[in-house]
């Protein structure tokens, strides 16, 4: 998944001006000293990617790399491509969105163990603090 990402990026760096970005915490995703606030743990952060707002650009086999100014500042940013979640155009109208599967473990290569210990990470908390765990398996009464 990493390299048709990086095919995805390549395309939209050449051919776009502007295009949107949505990063969740997952992997070893840094956000500069700014990190993640608020709702952005939770929930991700959408980067904006236009002339103005990153410079030194480049990545690798799993990472991108760039420094991006948020609120006239320049943070740098490691973003392993299992966060990125979303890219888009335009969040109002967009013309493309491109929506990738979210890995918690490995990529290829993974073994079970590592998937079992992801779906347990699946578990949602309850207002109340409870830890529930939905079974969507079928049972035949």
């Given at each position: 998944?990493?390299k048709?990402k990086?095919?995805i990026?390549?395309?939209?760096?050449d051919?776009?001006?502007?295009?949107?970005?949505?990063?969740?915490?997952?992997?070893?995703?840094?956000?500069?000293?700014?990190?993640?606030?608020?709702n952005?743990?939770?929930h991700?952060?959408?980067?904006?990617?236009?002339?103005?707002?990153?410079k030194?650009?480049?990545?690798?086999?799993?990472?991108?790399?760039a420094d991006?100014?948020?609120?006239?500042?320049?943070?740098?940013?490691?973003?392993?491509?299992?966060?990125?979640?979303?890219?888009?155009?335009?969040?109002?109208?967009?013309?493309f969105v491109?929506?990738f599967?979210?890995?918690?473990?490995?990529e290829?290569?993974?073994?079970?163990?590592?998937?079992?210990?992801?779906?347990?990470?699946?578990?949602?908390?309850?207002?109340?603090?409870?830890i529930?765990?939905?079974?969507?398996s079928r049972?035949?009464?």
């Amino acid at each position: 998944m990493s390299k048709f990402k990086k095919q995805i990026l390549g395309l939209l760096f050449d051919f776009y001006d502007k295009f949107y970005m949505h990063v969740i915490p997952a992997g070893d995703i840094c956000i500069g000293e700014r990190g993640f606030i608020g709702n952005e743990r939770e929930h991700g952060l959408v980067l904006v990617f236009s002339a103005s707002s990153y410079k030194n650009l480049r990545w690798d086999e799993n990472t991108l790399y760039a420094d991006m100014r948020f609120s006239g500042k320049w943070e740098s940013l490691i973003i392993p491509f299992q966060s990125i979640v979303t890219v888009f155009d335009d969040p109002g109208k967009p013309d493309f969105v491109f929506k990738f599967s979210v890995y918690t473990e490995k990529e290829p290569g993974s073994n079970s163990k590592e998937k079992e210990k992801s779906s347990d990470k699946s578990r949602v908390k309850s207002s109340n603090g409870k830890i529930v765990k939905v079974d969507f398996s079928r049972r035949d009464d």
